[in-house]
């Protein structure tokens, strides 16, 4: 059966449709309508239809968004396209579409993507990162997402920097989440970027930041190293307790090549092992793993059962 994917950001929501080989039947884009849930249910709904109508064959149906179905009232949480936040989208496209549809968090499905025919699919266990904007995560084990009572396997982003020291890693770091020094603080593109402009008063982009270390500027090498460090030790406290595979890395910094030479090191300096066989690498699919992963949710959660 063909698979539709559907990745629903905060600005637009993407369809893809793959074959049962992940190959690319079909593709587009629509903005994301947020005047009301009923409002972004029609936009939604409509979309769908004018897929069906151009692909014309049954389509399985996987949903991606930045959030989580409540585990215990089926209801969205924790999304950041706020409309949709306490309505059970699950039940409504059911009985809408009158099919299964399957949903779950951006960042697992990037972690399914990679995971069944990406840059982790050689590996049994695999933990897909996003270090972007956020830093989210998603466990996938034989090809299955980790899915567990609070919706929030992955999560690591807002684990306490393991090791914090503020002589070490400067001042406490408020995360929105409401705790502080959270990993999410330190080791996303977001967080990366304001700690090292606030310090200096520059703009530098992170890909910037990074160029200027490798060119031997002191302040750049100096807060590069420390993040190469702080993400190793953030990696290294994952490792311990599931023994990954495979780490894949997506979202804006993963595109910088120098994170791949030096983040290995850092990270056998903390993990509990002598080596560390645990491949880091970067995301095959780039941005289109959301997407992908969402596709696949269906025919994966079929797989298992
Ligand atoms: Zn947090």
Known sequence: MLQLGLDIGGTKIEGLVLDANGEQVFRKRIPTVKS?????????LTFIADIRLTVGQPLSIGIGLPGAVDPVTDKIKNCNCLVLNGHDL?????????????IANDADCFALSEAVDGAGANGNTVFGVIVGTGCGGGMVVNRQLLMGPNAIAGEWGHNTLPGYDIQLDGLSQPCYCGKDNCIERFISGTGFTERFNQRLGSNLTAQEIIAAAELGDGEAKGYYDHFIDAFGRSLASVINVVDPHVIVLGGGLSNAD?????????VEKYVFSKHCNTQIVKAKFGDSSGVRGAAWLPSMHAEAA
């Open 36 to 44: 009301s849930y009923q409002a972004f249910m029609d936009n939604l």
């Open 258 to 266: 120098a994170i791949y030479r030096d983040l290995p090191k850092a």
């Open 90 to 102: 699950w039940s409504d496209l059911i009985q809408a579409l009158e099919q299964d549809v399957y």
